[in-house]
């Protein structure tokens, strides 16, 4: 025995605890704009497997804010449920967690459409939520062409990974959307036709402008210049001839 328990209660516990974790970090009460069609809140989750140095969510990535208990989140849900028709899940990554999938089935027991932001290198965390009807809609970010994610997101990838994340989604009859953002020096027309192709006849894709910000994780993301509006026009045209549906945010 350890104290109160046994150590086999206590492996118990721990694995229960790990299974359940997920670091909340943030509620967003209301947004018109982050699940399409839908009036819904949104909920950051800390932690992120990716450095990529555009990204001005710093303090998910690295997970600094305090979190936010889960019980607490689920009792605003059940308050707001008269008023907010969806969640939308964002990070960071929340795939990385296990708990995922049982916080969003309790989401889903009070009644409510799931948004899934993701970055696409957990395809089996996706599969998952996707076969047990956990998800409504998919957003993954196509960073950049499949053969220059390590540059991009500053760390390694897998390609499979990523490829097969856009396959579970695009076959997976749930909406979707799949989306790039416009990063100065790295996105240029050979990119945005290298994505288009290798998303060729999705439902729906976004170019995103890039924004600098002062938290963004490389320092010249910082002050970047964003690329030009009629730039993103040009991409938007030519990645129409790979996807019917595309449009642009942000500018």
């Given at each position: ?32 704009i982050d699940f399409p069609g839908k009036l819904a809140c949104t909920i950051f989750i800390g932690g992120c497997n990716l450095r990529c140095g555009y990204c001005y969510n ?85 960073k950049c062409p499949i053969d220059s994610y390590g540059i991009v997101a500053g760390t390694n990838v897998s390609r499979d990974a990523i490829s097969e994340s856009i396959s ?57 210049e964003p690329l030009p509006a009629e730039k993103l026009m040009e991409f938007k045209k030519a990645a129409e001839k790979y996807i019917l549906n595309v449009g642009l945010r942000?500018?």
């Amino acid at each position: 025995m350890t104290g109160k328990y046994s150590r086999g209660r206590l492996r118990e516990m721990f694995l229960k605890s790990k299974h359940e974790f997920v670091p909340i970090k943030g509620i967003q009460k209301t947004t018109l704009i982050d699940f399409p069609g839908k009036l819904a809140c949104t909920i950051f989750i800390g932690g992120c497997n990716l450095r990529c140095g555009y990204c001005y969510n710093s303090d998910l990535v690295f997970s600094n804010l305090p979190s936010i208990g889960k019980e607490s989140v689920i009792t605003f849900l059940r308050a707001r449920r008269r008023y907010i028709e969806g969640v939308c899940i964002t990070g960071g990554e929340p795939t990385l967690y296990p708990g995922l999938s049982d916080f969003c089935a309790k989401i889903k027991s009070l009644g409510y459409l799931i948004k899934l932001d993701t970055n696409g290198t957990n395809p089996s965390a996706i599969r998952n939520l996707i076969s047990c009807g956990l998800v409504d809609y998919i957003a993954m970010d196509v960073k950049c062409p499949i053969d220059s994610y390590g540059i991009v997101a500053g760390t390694n990838v897998s390609r499979d990974a990523i490829s097969e994340s856009i396959s579970i989604i695009m076959d997976s009859g749930i909406s979707y959307e799949f989306r790039t953002t416009a990063i100065p020096d790295v996105i240029n027309m050979d990119a945005i036709l290298k994505i288009s192709a290798t998303i060729k006849g999705a439902k729906s894709y976004f170019i995103q402008q890039f924004r600098p910000d002062q938290k963004a994780i490389g320092q010249k993301y910082r002050t970047a210049e964003p690329l030009p509006a009629e730039k993103l026009m040009e991409f938007k045209k030519a990645a129409e001839k790979y996807i019917l549906n595309v449009g642009l945010r942000g500018i």
